[in-house]
């Protein structure tokens, strides 16, 4: 059975997002680090060649 969502108050939410800070890349050599480099997201489109 899936656990149910639970709904966070603004200011518990706010207290993560300042706390939070982006994991470590899993590739930093090779060609799977150029393409998490270089790729834009999905909504865009995930090309590689967008570098604006």
């Known amino acids: 059975m ?3 969502a ?3 108050g603004d200011d518990i939410i ?3 997002r300042a706390t939070w800070t982006a994991p470590a ?3 930093t050599r ?3 680090a150029k ?3 270089d790729a834009s997201t999905a909504s865009k489109g ?3 060649d967008d570098h604006a």
């Open 30 to 32: 090779g060609v799977q």
């Open 25 to 27: 890349p899993r590739h």
């Open 2 to 4: 899936r656990p149910q």
């Open 46 to 48: 995930a090309v590689l």
């Open 14 to 16: 706010a207290k993560r």
């Open 6 to 8: 639970q709904r966070l």
């Open 35 to 37: 393409f998490a480099f």
